[in-house]
């Protein structure tokens, strides 16, 4: 993955300025990441030996988790295989959501991956009761569940139940840090991913951190000049699950004591056709980061001769997509909008690896220039409090 950097106003003189005071090299320890302590090979067969287990009695993978629990695999999944192994998700308490992914699976052969780092959460463990009631009136529990959580959560108590494996987050990692743990790569390692390219692509982002210094810092200089929208913007329609990670990743980790930077998703090209307009020539309150696959599986070529549009002809789709991409930062250039610009060899195990550790390292250091703790979400807490207090009983005095 490279980087590039069309900031307007600021130079790398400026980042380094605004990290010489936080000495980000000194943030890449354990005690302030802990996501950077990738799972040793020991986890990493306990993970697949559950895997490798669950793949005998299934074919499809349902993981139920919200948020952190879930997100990660769910960006990696659509980035890179959208025809692998089958894995679905419920993230949502959207009874059609529930109803219309248990109505699709063959009962028979599917497993359940059951996620939640707190144990605790009111969507999961909803969507959790329901399953289980199902899989005990179909005598279908031996074997298919797996619950993945902090040790001693309520998940690992209804494992013992079931019989069923339990796999441990690490206390100290974060949700939505949680990618690399047992929380991204069981479902990855089900559908059958390259794990080792993935954790590679981390190994190799850590290892060459500088952009994603340098990117806090742009991104901490802009905000001081009242550009405290981010906007994520991949060329890509298989990453607008990354978007969705990116936002919790900056919306939860920033967004604290006043002060955060809000996060805007946007897919090229389709938002050029709704939301391009305000960027370019709306308020420049917003800085950008724009997305570029170098390469396709699959590229077709348009004919020698096209109707309506004859510079068409003979092009390749990605041909097109590039001239739109390259259209959009030239007329965001022009109206001087702040740009990091990300190009994307490919959408692989590897270079999703790369960019998801890319952004965790980045909104770490982001938050120390803001003076914020990036763990933890308090205030989530509290509309959490209220829901379960409304199912109580006791009301809320909304
Ligand atoms: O993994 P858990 O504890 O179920 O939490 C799910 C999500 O809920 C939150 O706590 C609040 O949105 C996230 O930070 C987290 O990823």
Redesign the pocket.
Known sequence: MKVFFDDSGFSFSDYESTLEKFKPNSLLTKKEMPFLELPKEEELLKISVVSDNLREKADTLVVV?????S?GAKAVHQAVGRERGNLLFIDNIDPNLIDETLKKIDWKRTAFAF???????LE?VTAMNVIIEELKRRNLTKGRLVFV?DRGNSFEEISREFDAPFLEIPKEV???F?VFTA?GLLPLMFASYDIVKFLDGAYDSINAPISAFYLAASKYLHYQKGRNISVVMPYSSYMSEFTEWYA?LWA?SLGKLGKGQTPLKAIGTSSQHSILQLFIDGPDDKFYQLFFVNSYPVDLELPEKTYVLPYLSKKKISEVMRAEFEGTLFALKRSKRPIVRFELSSLSEYQMGYLLMFYMISVVVMAKLLGINPYG?PA??IG?KYASEILMGRGGDV
């Open positions: 988790g919200m948020g952190g629990s997100r996620i939640s780092k707190s144990g605790r959460t999961t959580g974060g949700g939505r949680s929380v919790q939860e979400q989530v807490e959490k």
